[in-house]
């Protein structure tokens, strides 16, 4: 039997500073997240400089807590893996400096993760059988990509949004209806008590009828004239049916273009990735859908979803066993593209 494998990996592109021992790609034995949401909470949203700082506190300690919850030190450790990019330039860069300074001196193989290859990775780690090919739709606050997984480390952009993220929409209609920072979990849990046909928010409309990219700008245009326009005639607003019937807007586009994605590359097997993974309409939705067309529909457990070093652990060790190395000069790349090494 061939000798297992313990990736150390670290996350910092955004607001959690996360460090995690995964085995093989798929065994989770820590998962350490320290977040900074409270701080960015009284901001709004995250404030680069101050996520930066945070992570410098923390790095040490979630790295060391992810070693010991693994009951391991720095000598069993095959490898470090961590995140380059994309991501706040800052932030990614206290992660990568931390990350070789451990390469370095324990003299280990240091691999460089795409963060949204990590997202996608993250369904890895939650179905243990599952192998490429499948569709993968990333849908966080930063990224929203419907990708086709050829293989490991093979990756096929097939749409993406031309203008704002799913998540970072979420987080700017919620702020317009004041449920705060971060907006989509709020909105999910107020949709609840809404009536999601209430209002007809516009989907985008490409020439293309093919086309697989999105556009949610529009759709959140749509919600903030609505308040507007409701202010201005002295009407109360129902918050519960605006996020109700905005989160229905954004699910019918992610679910039909994603459905659109499958039958396009005839695949039956459909995983979503990313924070806004975690949203409840958009999992019945995508459930609802794949069960009528016969597509099986995977989502990682909700930690598994938002920003977590777990997912870089399973995906570095793809890397790893194609003998993929970064050298000592890896720098964080804030814009780097999916696919791109
Ligand atoms: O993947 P993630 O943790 O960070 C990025 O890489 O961007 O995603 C964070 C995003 C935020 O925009 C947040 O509002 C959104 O995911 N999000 C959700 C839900 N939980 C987190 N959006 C909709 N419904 C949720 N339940
Ligand atoms: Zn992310």
């Known amino acids: 039997m061939e000798k297992d494998i313990k990736i150390l990996a670290i996350e910092s592109s955004c607001d959690e500073t996360a460090a995690a021992v995964v085995v093989n790609g798929r065994e989770v034995l820590s998962n350490v997240i320290a977040s900074q949401i409270d701080i960015h909470t009284k901001f709004g949203g995250v404030v680069p400089e101050v996520a930066s700082r945070k992570h410098i506190e923390a790095i040490s300690l979630v790295v060391e807590e992810a070693l010991n919850e693994a009951n391991l030190t ?11 990019g994309p991501g706040l330039v800052g932030a990614l860069l206290v992660g990568v400096q931390y990350a070789k300074g451990l390469a370095y001196a324990l003299d280990k193989p240091l691999i460089g993760v795409n963060h949204i290859e990590g997202h996608i990775s993250s369904n ?11 569709i993968c739709l990333v849908v966080s606050g930063g990224h929203t990509f419907i990708v086709y997984m050829k293989d490991y480390g093979e990756f096929e952009v097939l749409g993406q ?63 903030l004239n609505y308040l507007n326009k409701m202010k201005m005639k002295g009407e109360e607003i129902n918050k519960a049916d605006v996020a109700a019937s905005f989160q229905k807007a954004v699910v019918d586009v992610l679910v039909d273009n994603a459905m659109m994605a499958c039958k396009r590359k005839k695949v039956d097997k459909i995983a979503i990735a990313g924070g806004v993974a975690s949203n409840s309409a ?55 593209k999916l696919g791109e090494r």
């Open 124 to 134: 890895f780690i939650q179905y243990k059988d599952l192998e490429p090919p499948f």
């Open 161 to 223: 949004t031309r203008d704002d993220a799913a998540g970072e929409a979420f987080d700017k209609v919620a702020r317009a209806i004041g449920l705060g920072y971060p907006g989509g979990p709020k909105i999910d849990r107020v949709s609840k008590e809404g009536n999601k046909e209430a209002i007809a928010f516009p989907r985008a409309n490409f020439h293309d009828k093919n086309c697989l990219d999105f556009s949610f700008s529009g759709i959140k245009s749509a919600v």
């Open 282 to 336: 958009l999992r019945a939705a995508m459930v609802e859908e794949g069960t009528k067309r016969g597509i099986k529909v995977l989502f990682p457990e909700l930690k598994l979803c938002t920003d977590n070093a777990a997912m870089i652990g399973s995906a570095a060790y793809y890397e790893f066993l194609k003998g993929k190395r970064a050298p000592l000069e890896l720098n964080a790349i804030p814009n780097l």
């Open 74 to 84: 720095l000598k069993d450790i095959d490898a470090i893996g961590v995140t380059y």
